[in-house]
């Protein structure tokens, strides 16, 4: 037995050395591959951030800059997945309610919000607009309705401000940065169609645009560019204005060419389209609606339909996939929803830091203002990054977290852009079986973004 009991111990010590080897191993392949990287050329006037620890102990394998502070970009998403998760819950669903108030057969139609994000997105059977439309039109027909005459949105306790500090100019317009209102129709976007000329420099028209945004209108002033240059077209609308521009340049010899924008007003454009399929079935619609308007007492009006939105768990499943900006600002509104009933990104984002720094996070780790990574004015440490995802590992919710991180360079982890900046933050499991929690930024680089991410797994690649 005592014989049994030494090969035991024996075994466990060699095991224990092993595994100190291999991490002494990888982390001095690590400091090598950051050197090299830091020395590229690419990096002479910019700064990079690598922080990866062991999955099982929790211990640091290598960091680099950890505690600085850097714009995340929409690694900033993973801090926010997490935030929603612990503080709205795994099951978390939007409701988006349809009251009426008839006298005959005439009605006034209450809309009662929440800021779902998906409310007529095509992601869902259930949320597809055709299919909110058609169900909300046979529940008025049911009560005997044939005149809608005001149509109230209840905006009570939301902060319509949809557009977060730091947001940019180039970026407001266009359908990445669509912020959240309490009533968000289609993900608050639209598509243009464009056709450009057959030599460089020719004028780009515009097509069509579907949806048809009412009372709003665009202009062109693309020019063509060479064939494979892409899409270089910028939505500029400024706030509260009627008309936009759009600039920049798109390929030659296209003819629907296809960008897409951030609705105006979505709320708005939800009610026209409404009205336009109450039309169809027969059913005079309302004019403008009123925001809080007060047509008759909210008790006096009867629930006829509610959309329910998909779990939270599915909600966060598309926001990391395709990096949908709009569900992270949405999330982070909502958390200060639910905390005390009034909506703000300034209050979801100092709820979101007070829960971190409750979990050991310091708060100026956590230097941001909004929920998707979109404003240059985010300041994350790879270290409170590592320190979210490891804590995500211990959670019953982990699994669905884990999902909506994207695979790259054959790694689950979720990736970050804007402009110079660059970011991967995620997992891995290595062929010997080390697990690893990683984050790695990389701010005002210079040259090609293509040729920086090249760099980056190279790093990330001692991991494997």
């Given at each position: 037995m005592?014989?049994?009991a030494?090969?035991?111990?024996?075994?466990?010590?060699?095991?224990?050395v092993?595994t100190?080897?291999?991490?002494?191993?990888?982390?001095s392949?690590?400091?090598?591959a950051?050197?090299?990287f830091?020395?590229?050329p690419q990096?002479?006037n910019?700064i990079a951030?690598?922080?990866?620890?062991?999955?099982k102990?929790?211990k640091v394998?290598?960091?680099?800059?950890?505690?600085l502070?850097?714009?995340?970009?929409?690694?900033?998403?993973?801090?926010?997945?997490?935030?929603?998760?612990?503080?709205?819950?795994?099951?978390?669903?939007?409701?988006?309610?349809?009251?009426?108030?008839?006298t005959?057969?005439?009605?006034?139609l209450?809309?009662?919000p929440?800021g779902?994000?998906t409310?007529?997105?095509?992601?869902?059977?259930a949320t597809k607009?055709?299919?909110?439309?058609?169900?909300l039109?046979?529940?008025?027909?049911?009560?005997?309705?044939?005149?809608?005459?005001?149509?109230?949105?209840?905006?009570?306790?939301w902060?319509e401000?949809?557009?977060?500090?730091?947001w940019?100019?180039?970026?407001?317009?266009?359908?990445?940065?669509?912020?959240p209102a309490?009533?968000?129709?289609?993900?608050?976007?639209y598509?243009?169609?464009?056709?450009?000329?057959?030599?460089?420099?020719?004028?780009?028209?515009?097509?069509?645009?579907?949806?048809?945004?009412?009372?709003?209108?665009?202009?062109?002033?693309?020019?063509?560019?060479?064939?494979?240059?892409?899409?270089?077209?910028?939505?500029?609308?400024?706030?509260n204005?009627?008309?936009g521009?759009i600039?920049?340049?798109?390929p030659?010899?296209?003819?629907?060419?296809?960008?897409?924008?951030?609705?105006?007003?979505?709320?708005?454009?939800?009610?026209n389209t409404?009205?336009?399929?109450?039309?169809?079935a027969?059913?005079?619609?309302?004019?403008?609606?009123?925001?809080?308007?007060s047509?008759?007492?909210e008790?006096?009006?009867?629930?006829?339909?509610t959309?329910?939105?998909?779990?939270?768990?599915?909600?966060i499943?598309?926001?990391n996939?395709?990096?949908v900006n709009?569900?992270?600002?949405?999330?982070?509104?909502?958390?200060?929803?639910?905390?005390?009933?009034a909506?703000?990104?300034d209050?979801?984002?100092?709820?979101?830091?007070?829960f971190?720094?409750?979990q050991g996070?310091?708060?100026?780790e956590?230097?941001?203002?909004?929920?998707?990574?979109?404003?240059?004015?985010?300041?994350?440490?790879?270290h409170?990054?590592?320190?979210?995802?490891?804590?995500?590992?211990?959670?019953?919710w982990f699994?669905?977290?884990?999902?909506?991180?994207?695979?790259?360079?054959?790694?689950?982890?979720?990736?970050?852009?804007?402009?110079?900046?660059?970011?991967?933050?995620?997992?891995?499991?290595?062929?010997d079986?080390?697990?690893?929690?990683?984050?790695?930024l990389?701010?005002?680089?210079?040259?090609?973004?293509?040729?920086m991410?090249?760099?980056?797994?190279?790093?990330?690649?001692?991991?494997?």
């Amino acid at each position: 037995m005592l014989q049994y009991a030494l090969k035991t111990t024996l075994f466990i010590l060699c095991a224990l050395v092993h595994t100190l080897a291999l991490s002494q191993s990888v982390s001095s392949k690590l400091a090598s591959a950051f050197k090299a990287f830091q020395d590229d050329p690419q990096l002479r006037n910019g700064i990079a951030s690598l922080y990866v620890m062991d999955a099982k102990t929790g211990k640091v394998v290598y960091e680099h800059n950890g505690l600085l502070g850097l714009a995340p970009a929409s690694t900033m998403k993973v801090i926010t997945s997490a935030s929603a998760y612990e503080l709205l819950g795994e099951d978390f669903q939007y409701r988006t309610k349809f009251a009426l108030h008839k006298t005959g057969n005439e009605a006034s139609l209450l809309i009662i919000p929440d800021g779902d994000p998906t409310f007529g997105s095509w992601r869902w059977a259930a949320t597809k607009e055709e299919v909110v439309l058609k169900e909300l039109t046979q529940a008025i027909q049911k009560q005997g309705v044939k005149t809608i005459s005001s149509v109230v949105i209840d905006t009570e306790a939301w902060n319509e401000e949809t557009v977060p500090d730091g947001w940019m100019w180039q970026d407001i317009g266009n359908y990445y940065g669509a912020g959240p209102a309490k009533l968000n129709w289609r993900e608050n976007q639209y598509d243009v169609f464009l056709k450009s000329g057959k030599r460089i420099g020719d004028q780009v028209t515009i097509v069509a645009m579907t949806p048809e945004i009412k009372g709003y209108s665009l202009r062109s002033e693309l020019t063509s560019a060479a064939a494979g240059t892409g899409d270089n077209a910028y939505i500029y609308f400024p706030l509260n204005a009627p008309a936009g521009t759009i600039r920049g340049t798109i390929p030659v010899n296209e003819n629907r060419f296809k960008i897409s924008g951030a609705m105006p007003d979505a709320s708005e454009q939800f009610v026209n389209t409404l009205r336009e399929t109450l039309a169809g079935a027969g059913i005079r619609g309302p004019g403008k609606s009123l925001a809080n308007g007060s047509i008759v007492p909210e008790a006096k009006y009867t629930t006829i339909y509610t959309v329910t939105s998909p779990s939270l768990d599915s909600i966060i499943y598309w926001f990391n996939r395709k990096s949908v900006n709009l569900y992270g600002e949405a999330l982070v509104k909502t958390i200060a929803a639910k905390s005390n009933g009034a909506a703000s990104t300034d209050k979801g984002v100092e709820l979101i830091r007070k829960f971190w720094r409750q979990q050991g996070i310091p708060e100026p780790e956590l230097n941001i203002v909004d929920g998707s990574g979109l404003s240059p004015q985010n300041r994350v440490t790879t270290h409170a990054q590592v320190r979210i995802l490891q804590h995500a590992r211990k959670q019953p919710w982990f699994d669905g977290f884990y999902a909506s991180l994207p695979v790259y360079n054959g790694m689950r982890m979720k990736s970050g852009t804007i402009r110079d900046v660059k970011g991967f933050t995620g997992y891995h499991k290595a062929k010997d079986g080390n697990e690893y929690v990683f984050s790695f930024l990389v701010n005002n680089y210079n040259g090609a973004s293509g040729a920086m991410v090249q760099k980056m797994y190279r790093v990330l690649d001692v991991l494997k």
